[in-house]
């Protein structure tokens, strides 16, 4: 039996009066998961809207208490799934820095918004593919954020290519650095070298390659640098070994004089 909030909230949301839906959520936070009678989540509801409430769904996305599991039996659809469905990358870019858009239910998020692309009409093909880069940027990002090889493997099995670079122009290799070692990820990526002749091999060879020549041009540069500091000190002393000698036969002179 819902309670008088949740049916408040749905009355708001049939009314679209979506400031009074934020104000329940404020004053009754666990309705930000509240389950309509369809078996549909609060955010569900409103990215399937006729004209999706952007600002709602900014708002829900931050919310602390969201979840993204549905455990109703009236719909198979998961959360992840019906942000897909939807054909609106401004939906899905709300969401891009939560790690929870990468997955739909067991599978990789990737593998339903490229089953959506595929099956996309002509006019929203544009839409789709959109879609799709955001959560392979997104799913990637976080397999070498958090050293996960296994999610890049599982990209592979799906078909993606990892020499592609990101929507940014950054190629996914280069996300390991310094600050992001990702020591895991770096190895696999060093396993696809010369594996199949792929272009995957062939661009990691590269960076890796290109990063211990730029590791050994810095030890050069730091050794000319260390040389340079010597021979100005050198300089430095016999300019003042020189002064010396001949402020020493300055005063000589003028002692001579008197």
């Keep these: 039996m819902p309670s008088i909030h949740e049916d408040a909230l749905w009355e708001a949301v049939n009314k679209k009066e979506y400031e009074k839906v934020k104000k329940l959520i404020t004053d009754h936070p666990e309705l930000v998961n509240a389950v309509n009678s369809n078996g549909r989540t609060l955010l569900m509801r409103v ?5 999706p409430p952007l600002d709602l769904i900014q708002f829900i996305a931050i919310h602390p208490d969201l979840s993204f599991e549905n455990k109703s039996l009236e719909t198979t659809q998961t959360t992840v799934g019906a942000i897909l469905s939807t054909g609106r990358p401004d939906i ?23 089953k959506n692309l595929e099956r996309a009409t002509k ?4 839409n789709y593919t959109k879609m799709l880069i955001i959560i392979r940027d997104a799913t990637i990002r976080h397999a070498i954020a958090t050293d996960n090889p296994t999610l890049l493997e599982r990209l592979e099995n799906e078909g993606d290519n990892l020499s592609n670079a990101l929507s940014d122009g950054k190629l996914p290799v280069r996300l390991i650095t310094k600050e992001n070692p990702a020591p895991k990820v770096k190895l696999w990526f060093q396993s696809q070298i010369g594996k199949n002749g ?6 990691v060879d590269s960076f890796f390659v290109h990063t211990h020549e730029m590791q050994k041009t810095k030890e050069q540069m730091e050794e000319l640098n260390r040389r340079k500091l010597e021979d100005n000190i050198k300089l430095l002393d016999k300019t003042y070994t020189s002064t010396l000698e001949s402020m020493d036969r300055v005063v000589s002179t003028i002692s001579l004089s008197s």
């Design 92 to 114: 899905l870019e709300i969401f891009a820095k939560d790690p929870r858009i990468i997955f739909d239910s067991d599978q990789l998020a990737y593998t339903t918004a490229k």
């Design 47 to 51: 990215v399937l809207a006729l004209v």
């Design 198 to 203: 792929t272009s995957i091999g062939t661009h």
């Design 123 to 126: 006019g929203k093909v544009e």
